[in-house]
């Protein structure tokens, strides 16, 4: 059952990772896309600001994964540092850039606020990954590692929760899309608090 989970899980990471190709290779409005404003749109800052987010979450997403198999990262300590070193960098292009269109959310401030929270939380717990590992506390840093990509996986769970809301519950886009900007990552953490638990007993 473990296993088939962690098969589920990457499959989901490489596959939300590669997402982001759709956006630059599709002609004309695809996804969120849809909901926003021409005006919108045409912002050369907002369009720097959505491109840099979802390039950057996707490249975290996409390679994230591998630095939790334990046997990767005792035989291959050096591509394990590297692939550490393109999560954080991509993690900060797509978390800096996740803050700064948050105010820009199609339904509003609590959306907004939703999803400049996960920005904030996303940076700070990467942040302290490398500040524990820099300071060779490997302990805090496998922690906080594991809160940070909970954070990166709300590109997965923000999927599942919204067409639920949706097709499932029957509401409103301007309804439905304020709730998971906060369910998208609120339970992940949760999860990730679950499982630093367990690894501790």
Sequence with gaps: MKLLVWILLVFLCLAIGLYPLLYL???????????????LLENNLWRVGFYS????????????????????????????RWLGKIYLFSVLVGGVAAIGIAPFSSTGWIASLGFGSLGICWLYFTWQAYWSIRRRDVSRHE?????????CCAAITLRFWLPLLLAGLNLEFSVAYPIVAWLCWIPNLAV??????MAQR
């Excluded at 290779?25 to 005006?39: N, W």
């Excluded at 994230?64 to 198999?69: A, D």
């Excluded at 922690?143 to 954070?151: C, G, P, T, V």
Aim: proline fraction near 0%; aromatic fraction near 12%.
């Design 25 to 39: 290779t599709a002609e004309g409005r695809i996804g969120l896309l849809q909901t926003k404003s021409e005006g």
């Design 53 to 80: 987010h979802i390039i950057g979450g996707g490249v975290a997403l996409f390679v994230g994964w591998s630095q939790f198999v334990k046997s990767w990262r005792v035989k291959y300590v050096s591509l394990h």
């Design 143 to 151: 922690r906080m590692m594991i809160y940070s990509y909970s954070a």
């Design 192 to 197: 990730a608090q679950l499982i630093v638990r």
